[in-house]
């Protein structure tokens, strides 16, 4: 079964500081990889997802990017941070012909 | 219009009794998928189960069952003999098979009930 790890577990960053958000999948070969973003009691947010290295879809503009330098990791960046950025970011990995994403812990970022 | 609606904000119930929390979801594509995910207070996101929209059968996972009924547009998620532990967010979600075109499975959720299992 695969394990999904995100890294930091939780930031605190001030508005217009840079941001890298991690995350890395075990235990499969060539997932669909997806970041979400879930704000204070609400649902998930599909923020972007990746077939494959490189290659990046958005679902939502933003003054976030993403980015899939190898084939089990995942990166969320921005260049400046706004107070809107905040939440909490879920990275889940999938394989194509099944039907179930699996998630990661989670990373609760604070932006003042 | 809201592709996941789940009616209950919170839910209080008895530990031992059924639990049914609601799902209604809107598509217009013939293939797609139905989830139910857990998440407890430490934030992570537990998958429970899933139904397919050509699946015959409701579908079952230990004390987790699919109430699936396709005419209505509803999956509703049963928990038979709540346990304390039971007492999280839970969300449903669909993945339709033209989401964005992008050849992804992106999941759409609703905004999730809290449960809260009473002794």
């Keep these: ?112 | 219009a809201q592709k996941i609606t789940q009616t209950q904000p919170g839910m209080f119930v008895q530990e031992k009794e059924a639990v049914t929390l609601d799902c209604t979801y809107d598509t217009s594509d013939p293939s797609y998928g139905l989830f139910w995910y857990k998440q407890p207070s430490s934030g992570e996101m537990i998958f429970l189960i899933y139904q397919g929209s050509y699946d015959q059968q409701n579908a079952t996972e230990g004390r987790y069952s699919l109430n699936f009924q396709k005419a209505r547009k509803s999956a509703n998620l049963v928990i038979s003999a709540s346990q304390l532990g039971d007492s999280a967010m839970y969300f449903c979600a669909m993945r339709e098979s033209s989401f964005s075109g992008g050849g992804a499975d992106g999941l759409t959720f609703g905004k999730g009930t809290h449960l809260i299992i009473q002794p």
């Excluded at chain 1, 969320?76 to 998630?103: E, I, M, N, P, V």
């Design chain 1, 1 to 112: 079964s695969q394990t999904i790890h995100q890294w930091p577990a939780t930031l605190v960053q001030p508005v217009g500081s840079p941001l890298s958000l991690e995350c890395t999948v075990e235990g499969t070969s060539n997932p669909n990889l997806y970041w979400y973003r879930q704000a204070a009691g609400r649902g998930l947010q599909l923020l972007f997802y990746s077939v494959g290295i490189g290659q990046i879809s958005s679902e939502v503009p933003q003054n976030l990017s993403a980015s899939r330098p190898q084939d089990r990791q995942f990166i969320l960046s921005s260049k400046k941070l706004l107070l809107s950025d905040s939440g909490f970011y879920l990275c889940a990995s999938g394989t194509s012909g099944t039907d179930t994403q699996y998630f990661g812990p989670g990373t609760r970022l604070t932006v003042l």
